[in-house]
C-alpha cells in the first residue's frame, strides 16, 4: 500500500538548522516534494528530489534515499517566518501521477 | 513561474446554495487539475482529478452529484458545490500540473475560504 510518515510537529530556535525526516511506502515511486503551508494559506512548492542526494535551494535543501524510502528537508539560519506546516509528498506513476500527502510537520521557531 | 488562480477566495452564504469555485492556469496550460479540501488542522484530501475535455475522476467518498467538476479548456476548471450545507464549510483548494508530468511540481490557488451558514 501507499504510506507517508512524518512527524506531526517539531519545535527549534530562531537562527538554528532543524531536519524534518519523511518516510515512504509506494509502489510507482516518481519523485518526492516538500511543499510549505502558511496556517490558512494554500501550499507552496520548496523541492523536488526524484534522484538519490541532496538538492539545495538557499537556506532549505532536501535528500532523498529511494533504497530506504527515506527524504528530509533541512532548514538553515531558520527565521520566524519559517513557522508553518511542511508536507512531504510522493508521486506515484501507478496512480496516473498523483501526489500522495504526508500528514505535515508544523515547525514551530522560538526566538 | 507558474501561477494558478483560484477565486474567489472568501464565500460566506446560506445553507441550499450552490457555490461554484474557479481555477485557472495563467501562465501554462494544464491538461490535469486537482481539486483539495482541507478541514481546520488537517491534511490535504484530494477529492478529485480533473482532466481537460474528460469527465472527472473522483476519489473514494466525495459525491460526484454534489461536487460537480468541469474541465472545459487547458486553463480553467471549476468546482460547483450543490446545495451547500454548513459541514460542507472547508478549505477548497486546486492545483494545476503541466502537460508532461515527468518533472513538473503541481502548483497551487490560494485556496477559496468556504462558510456555509
Known amino acids: 500500500g501507499q504510506n507517508i510518515d512524518q512527524p506531526t510537529e517539531m519545535t527549534a530556535t530562531e537562527g538554528a538548522i532543524v531536519q524534518i525526516n519523511c518516510t515512504y511506502q509506494t509502489s510507482g515511486f516518481n519523485g518526492l516534494f516538500w511543499y510549505q503551508q502558511h496556517a490558512g494559506e494554500a501550499p507552496t512548492f520548496l523541492s523536488y528530489n526524484v534522484l538519490d542526494g541532496l538538492e539545495e535551494k538557499g537556506r532549505f535543501s532536501s535528500f532523498l534515499s529511494r533504497s530506504k524510502g527515506y527524504s528530509y528537508l533541512l532548514l538553515k539560519e531558520l527565521q520566524m517566518k519559517d513557522s508553518a506546516s511542511y508536507l512531504c509528498?510522493?508521486?506515484?506513476?501507478?496512480?496516473?501521477?498523483?501526489?500522495?500527502w504526508g500528514a505535515g510537520t508544523k515547525l514551530i521557531i522560538k526566538p | 513561474g507558474a501561477v494558478v488562480s483560484q477565486h474567489p477566495s472568501w464565500v460566506i452564504c446560506k445553507s441550499g446554495t450552490s457555490v461554484k469555485i474557479e481555477c485557472r492556469s495563467l501562465d501554462f496550460q494544464a491538461t490535469t487539475m486537482f481539486w483539495y479540501r482541507q478541514f481546520p488542522k488537517q491534511s490535504l484530501m484530494l477529492m478529485a482529478t480533473s482532466n481537460e475535455g474528460s469527465k472527472a475522476t473522483y476519489e473514494q467518498g466525495v459525491e460526484k452529484d454534489k461536487f460537480l467538476i468541469n474541465h472545459a479548456s487547458l486553463t480553467l476548471s471549476t468546482l460547483t458545490v450543490t446545495s451547500a450545507h454548513p459541514e460542507d464549510s472547508s478549505f477548497y483548494i486546486c492545483?494545476?500540473?503541466?502537460?508532461?508530468?515527468?518533472?513538473?511540481?503541481?502548483?497551487f490557488g490560494d485556496g477559496t475560504r468556504l462558510s456555509i451558514l
Open positions: 509528498a510522493v508521486r506515484d506513476r501507478e496512480s496516473n501521477y498523483q501526489l500522495i
Open positions: 492545483s494545476a500540473r503541466e502537460w508532461d508530468a515527468s518533472n513538473q511540481p503541481q502548483h
